[in-house]
């Protein structure tokens, strides 16, 4: 079954650096999401993405964050100054278009440690 | 009141039990209704997903949404150990829309 892959599994990252986290979203879905889950928390939403642009970001997602589709496969989320309280799981999703519900399938995740 | 609601558990059951999995909502907008499953330190696995009021039927697991109550439920018929995990409900106005998740609730299914 297709899948949503992520790299790296888990990356540490002094505070106040830029780290870049990656997604292979499924081959034939043309729509991209990042949430993040910090520890004991719920999955929040971050942004959503859809022909080279943003479609909705949350108030999270502030001028820190920023995403990209650099080629046609990978799916970026950079954070340009890390702080302690981004450390959490980042998690990639894509959906497919169509008609009706195309539900978001989701990545096992980036574990993001700020030092 | 918090958008979505759920209770965090543990809830442990033995091997067979079914087992009633539940949230309620606030935000009349959410029209897409979605059942995930995360393993310790693994993403979300989609489990179920409906649109509207009803149930939807698919193996052991049951998704029922109540929107007049704001309320939706996962029933697993003879649960199995393999089901210990975290479900989690998610919503959303609209396909391509922001999830909005439950905090989830951890389940433990002893042999």
């Known amino acids: 079954e297709p899948e949503v892959t992520q790299t790296p599994s888990h990356q540490v990252t002094q505070m106040g650096q830029e780290v870049i986290l990656r997604c292979v979203p499924i081959?034939?879905?043309?729509?991209f999401y990042w949430y993040r889950q910090i520890l004991g928390q719920k999955v929040e939403f971050l942004v959503s993405?859809?022909?080279?642009?943003?479609?909705?970001k949350s108030e999270i997602f502030d001028d820190q964050f920023s995403v990209e589709r650099p080629d046609g496969s990978n799916f970026t989320l950079k954070i340009r100054s890390t702080k302690l309280e981004d450390s959490a799981m980042y998690f990639c999703a894509s959906s497919d278009t169509g008609q009706g519900i195309q539900p978001q399938h989701f990545g096992d995740g980036t574990r993001l440690s700020i030092l | 009141q918090k958008e979505v609601e759920q209770d965090p558990g543990p809830l442990s059951v033995p091997e067979g039990a079914i087992v009633s999995l539940n949230c309620t909502y606030s935000?009349?907008?959410?029209?897409?209704f979605m059942w995930y499953r995360q393993y310790s330190r693994k993403g979300p696995e989609l489990l179920m997903y409906?649109?509207?009021?009803g149930n939807k039927e698919d193996g052991r697991f049951t998704a029922q949404v109540d929107k007049s109550s704001k309320y939706i439920s996962l029933f697993i018929r003879d649960s199995q150990p393999s089901d210990s995990a975290t479900y989690l409900c998610a919503m959303t106005p609209g396909g391509y829309q922001k999830v909005t998740f439950g905090t989830g609730t951890k389940l433990q299914v002893i042999p």
């Open positions: 409906t649109y509207s009021s």
């Open positions: 993405f859809y022909n080279n642009e943003i479609s909705e």
């Open positions: 935000n009349s907008a959410f029209q897409y």
């Open positions: 081959s034939n879905h043309l729509y």
